[in-house]
């Protein structure tokens, strides 16, 4: 239970935390504001199951996604981390409009 909830504001609606804070831009619509609500929701649940946890091949401490996500980035890929190669704007701009 995340405690949010849609409130009026005016002629429209906005999404409150438990403590009354906005948390939204305002909707005319309170079905669009509905949906800005559970996509909330959705990201505090999210949010909240993340955690850190030791990787169960390494043991090193790391932040997971979730409890589906036991292994370090480095065990999951094979690839420690800062050998990674960025990505470069470029790379990513082809992509973008590929
Ligand atoms: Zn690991």
Request: with cysteine.
């Amino acid at each position: 239970m995340s405690g949010f909830n849609l409130q009026r504001h005016g002629r429209g609606w906005i999404v409150a935390g438990p403590d009354g804070r906005q948390l939204s831009g305002v909707y005319g619509d309170r079905g669009l504001a509905a949906v800005r609500l559970g996509e909330l929701q959705d990201l505090a649940e999210a949010t909240g199951r993340r955690m850190r946890r030791a990787c169960m091949c390494c043991g090193v401490s790391f932040q997971s996604a979730g409890i589906h996500n036991r292994l370090c980035v480095d065990c999951r890929t094979g690839t420690p981390v800062e050998r990674v190669p960025a990505r470069s704007k470029s790379a990513a701009r082809a992509e973008g409009t590929a």
